[in-house]
């Protein structure tokens, strides 16, 4: 049986954790049995947030099923759970749980298709318990216990046969009907984290995956080493730590590695999980050995091509922390060798030679899911360099600015930013980007009261990005961070003489933003040498 998401979702359940492992074995290679683990139900009769545990969507129908681990009781019609010390804990009807969320799901789907007829169904799984229990509100053909949970291929058939015998409820699906189902039923259940906040939006919005990494995902689970290419805001760092998260368990324990120190502190405040560890290779042993592993179960590497080193220390390093190494441990690194190499290390692409060796699957992420198409053209033209493709839609138009005032370099800085604020931008969703530090750039000929409003960003204020106020930062720390606009400034004009390495630094501020996009060009080169004004 296939499975959606190719691992399962972080729901803090064991039991759902065991159901996952054991309808995946179900009907082994027949990829018409498609089962959605959590999926979530935008619309429900008397619930504003609802989800039901696991939904198999197959030739004779679609079929919704409530997971109970440990021991439940039912008194009087009140259903608990019950713990290790007899403690009761009042909990839903699971029957009536999986029923209505079947009932909601079927009515949004025959909405959208209505001359596809399918039988539904319901049914509850108690994988820890043996039922023995008799009642007409609910047939023992629903029901699967301990026992019945040993073969659950086996009950499968039984629940099927016994909701395709009610009346009306014979039609079978094809094929294409299925694919069509699925098709429609997968995007409102892949909803993850995104890696920071959308300015102006709720804090908890979810964002969907693009075409490309619910392809990867999809890959990942036949596959223990993988090597993922892409631009910049194709995802990488998304979907690492969604990836991370998915792979993290009580007997699975992950590092998810970086070049960054920056990057590093920001993904220790989006995956907040307990058998996941957040490193940098030059704090990777350390970190190690404060976690109390003695080798890391699965190793996930993001910005990659910051690693790939001249003389191979980072890969050595890396393989001496992972069972089995490089060689036979399971890995996914995630890099961008053609367009964001040489910031941080001289790059050598040999290394990327012996990651192949390896017998890696290969996979391009190719879907622009950061910047918008303004900005994707815009680097595409100023430097022919790939951004991805789609990008999330129409923007605002990129603006190309030279200072021209020889005596303040700062002058179209601070009229922009006058103009942002007094157009209802908020501070925190601007960040300014320079090759210079804070105190070499040319923010010090800002006046002091628009200076005093901008803070420079480092190790702990990272944590909490984006910051109420405007933030600064060298391009090079910035590297793997976004924000919805970015002011890009002290970097001559672009020329057809600007070198490769050149072009890498102008690529990576460029990139950072996902709305708006100004660079404000230093015609005099990228260091300020003439008196700083008040």
């Given at each position: 049986m296939r499975m959606?998401?190719s691992?399962?979702y972080?729901?803090?359940?064991?039991?759902?954790g065991?159901v996952?492992?054991?309808?995946q074995e179900?009907?082994?290679g027949?990829?018409?049995?498609?089962a959605?683990h959590?999926?979530?139900l935008s619309?429900?009769?008397?619930?504003?947030v609802?989800?039901a545990?696991?939904?198999v969507l197959c030739?004779y129908?679609l079929?919704?099923?409530?997971v109970?681990?440990?021991?439940?009781?039912?008194?009087d019609?009140?259903?608990?759970s019950?713990d290790?010390?007899?403690?009761r804990?009042?909990?839903q009807?699971p029957?009536?749980?999986?029923?209505?969320?079947?009932f909601?799901?079927?009515k949004?789907?025959?909405?959208?298709?209505?001359?596809?007829?399918?039988?539904t169904g319901?049914?509850?799984?108690?994988?820890?318990?043996?039922?023995?229990?008799?009642?007409?509100?609910?047939a023992?053909e629903?029901?699967?216990d301990?026992?019945?949970?040993?073969?659950?291929?086996?009950?499968?058939?039984?629940?099927?046969?016994?909701?395709?015998?009610?009346?009306h409820?014979?039609?079978?699906?094809?094929?294409e009907?299925?694919?069509?189902?699925?098709e429609?039923?997968?995007p409102?259940?892949?909803?993850v984290e995104p890696?920071?906040y959308?300015?102006?939006?709720?804090?908890?919005?979810?964002?969907?995956?693009?075409k490309?990494?619910?392809r990867?995902?999809?890959i990942?689970?036949a596959?223990?080493?993988?090597l993922?290419?892409?631009?910049a805001?194709?995802?990488k760092?998304f979907l690492?730590?969604?990836?991370?998260?998915?792979?993290?368990?009580?007997?699975?324990?992950v590092?998810l590695v970086c070049k960054s120190?920056?990057?590093?502190?920001?993904l220790?405040r989006?995956i907040?999980?307990?058998f996941?560890?957040?490193?940098?290779i030059?704090?990777?042993?350390?970190?190690?050995?404060?976690?109390?592993?003695?080798?890391?179960?699965?190793?996930?590497?993001d910005?990659?091509?910051?690693?790939?080193?001249?003389?191979?220390?980072a890969v050595?390093?890396?393989?001496?922390?992972l069972?089995?190494g490089?060689?036979k441990?399971?890995?996914?690194i995630?890099?961008?060798?053609e367009?964001?190499?040489g910031?941080?290390?001289d790059?050598?692409?040999d290394?990327?030679?012996?990651l192949e060796?390896?017998s890696p699957?290969?996979?391009?992420l190719?879907?622009?899911?950061?910047?918008?198409?303004?900005?994707?053209?815009a680097?595409?033209?100023r430097?022919s360099?790939?951004?991805?493709s789609?990008?999330?839609?129409?923007?605002?138009?990129?603006e190309f600015l030279?200072?021209?005032?020889?005596?303040n370099p700062?002058s179209?800085?601070a009229?922009?930013?006058?103009d942002l604020l007094?157009?209802?931008?908020?501070?925190?969703?601007?960040?300014?980007l320079?090759?210079l530090?804070?105190?070499?750039?040319s923010?010090q000929?800002l006046?002091?009261?628009?200076?005093?409003?901008?803070s420079e960003?480092d190790?702990y204020?990272?944590?909490?990005f984006?910051?109420?106020?405007i933030?600064?930062?060298?391009i090079r720390n910035f590297k793997?961070l976004?924000?919805?606009?970015i002011?890009?400034?002290?970097?001559?004009?672009?020329?057809?003489?600007?070198s490769?390495m050149?072009k890498?630094?102008?690529?990576t501020?460029m990139?950072?933003?996902?709305?708006?996009?100004?660079?404000i060009?230093?015609g005099r080169?990228?260091y300020?040498?003439?008196?700083?004004?008040d």
């Amino acid at each position: 049986m296939r499975m959606i998401p190719s691992h399962p979702y972080n729901t803090n359940s064991r039991a759902e954790g065991r159901v996952f492992d054991k309808l995946q074995e179900a009907f082994h290679g027949d990829k018409s049995y498609i089962a959605f683990h959590s999926l979530n139900l935008s619309e429900h009769e008397y619930k504003r947030v609802a989800e039901a545990d696991f939904v198999v969507l197959c030739k004779y129908g679609l079929f919704v099923f409530e997971v109970k681990g440990g021991r439940v009781s039912c008194k009087d019609g009140e259903w608990a759970s019950v713990d290790k010390n007899d403690q009761r804990h009042a909990i839903q009807d699971p029957f009536e749980q999986a029923k209505s969320a079947m009932f909601a799901l079927s009515k949004r789907i025959e909405r959208k298709f209505p001359n596809i007829t399918f039988a539904t169904g319901f049914g509850v799984i108690f994988p820890n318990v043996s039922w023995t229990v008799r009642s007409p509100e609910w047939a023992p053909e629903t029901v699967c216990d301990e026992s019945r949970f040993r073969n659950i291929e086996s009950w499968l058939k039984n629940f099927f046969r016994y909701w395709q015998q009610k009346p009306h409820n014979n039609k079978r699906l094809t094929d294409e009907q299925i694919r069509e189902l699925k098709e429609f039923i997968r995007p409102d259940f892949e909803l993850v984290e995104p890696l920071n906040y959308r300015v102006d939006r709720l804090s908890n919005q979810a964002v969907k995956l693009t075409k490309d990494q619910y392809r990867y995902l999809d890959i990942v689970s036949a596959n223990k080493r993988v090597l993922c290419s892409g631009g910049a805001g194709t995802g990488k760092t998304f979907l690492a730590a969604e990836l991370a998260r998915r792979l993290a368990s009580a007997d699975n324990r992950v590092v998810l590695v970086c070049k960054s120190s920056w990057l590093r502190y920001y993904l220790q405040r989006e995956i907040v999980n307990e058998f996941v560890v957040i490193s940098t290779i030059d704090s990777l042993e350390i970190d190690r050995k404060r976690a109390g592993i003695e080798k890391y179960d699965v190793l996930l590497v993001d910005e990659g091509q910051d690693l790939f080193d001249v003389k191979f220390n980072a890969v050595d390093r890396l393989a001496r922390n992972l069972k089995g190494g490089l060689e036979k441990g399971e890995w996914y690194i995630f890099y961008d060798l053609e367009n964001q190499a040489g910031l941080f290390v001289d790059t050598n692409p040999d290394v990327l030679k012996l990651l192949e060796s390896y017998s890696p699957a290969k996979i391009p992420l190719k879907t622009n899911c950061r910047n918008t198409l303004e900005i994707i053209n815009a680097v595409k033209d100023r430097l022919s360099m790939d951004m991805g493709s789609e990008g999330t839609g129409n923007g605002p138009d990129v603006e190309f600015l030279e200072e021209d005032n020889p005596d303040n370099p700062a002058s179209q800085l601070a009229r922009k930013l006058d103009d942002l604020l007094k157009k209802g931008i908020s501070a925190s969703s601007i960040t300014i980007l320079s090759p210079l530090s804070f105190d070499e750039s040319s923010l010090q000929y800002l006046p002091n009261k628009l200076r005093n409003e901008i803070s420079e960003l480092d190790d702990y204020s990272i944590r909490n990005f984006p910051i109420p106020t405007i933030s600064f930062s060298e391009i090079r720390n910035f590297k793997g961070l976004e924000n919805e606009v970015i002011l890009v400034i002290d970097l001559p004009k672009i020329v057809d003489e600007t070198s490769d390495m050149d072009k890498v630094l102008y690529y990576t501020a460029m990139t950072r933003a996902r709305s708006l996009l100004i660079c404000i060009w230093n015609g005099r080169g990228s260091y300020i040498d003439t008196e700083i004004a008040d």
